[in-house]
């Protein structure tokens, strides 16, 4: 039952977004969007398409509301979008964001190495319970048995009970 899931923060209502919420809305969890515009005609139809129990406000009062948050925004605004959801206290926080990319010398992008979003996340904000999760493609989360057989994804975090939860 709905009420015995968790609220679901998604911050973001971009391509991941309105791919991976609707997933989350027809599995039964209470969703709420974050988004810079709630009133949007765009996030008004992604929030039909999440199910019943789904709501969009700002990213902070989603985040409010929320026991999970998950992070559907560009790597460039993470840091920036993380910093304005308020309190993370306890909060399992979920990155699904990509690595910061720069063109090679053979003209190819490649990750920049260095401290993960994650990290960064976490050292920001040390009370929240941060999981990495790294997302298979999006078409799993239309058709989840689309290769026939449920996909597999990495999930790492610090803390054994969020990354279970998350």
Known sequence: ??????????IGTGTLASTFGP????????????????????????????????????PRKATSMAQIVILAVPRKVLDEVTDGLGDLDGKIVVDVSGGMKRVAPDGY???????SNSERIQSRHPSARVVRINLPLMAFFVDPL????PPTMLIASAESAAARRG
């Open 1 to 10: 039952a709905a009420e015995d899931k968790p609220v679901v923060a998604m």
């Open 23 to 58: 997933a989350i809305g027809r599995a039964g969890y209470p969703l709420v969007y974050g988004s810079r515009d709630p009133a949007r005609s765009s996030v008004s139809e992604l929030v039909g398409k999440s199910g019943s129990g789904a709501s969009a406000d700002s």
């Open 109 to 115: 992008l490649e990750l920049i190495p260095g401290e």
């Open 146 to 149: 689309l290769v026939g057989t």
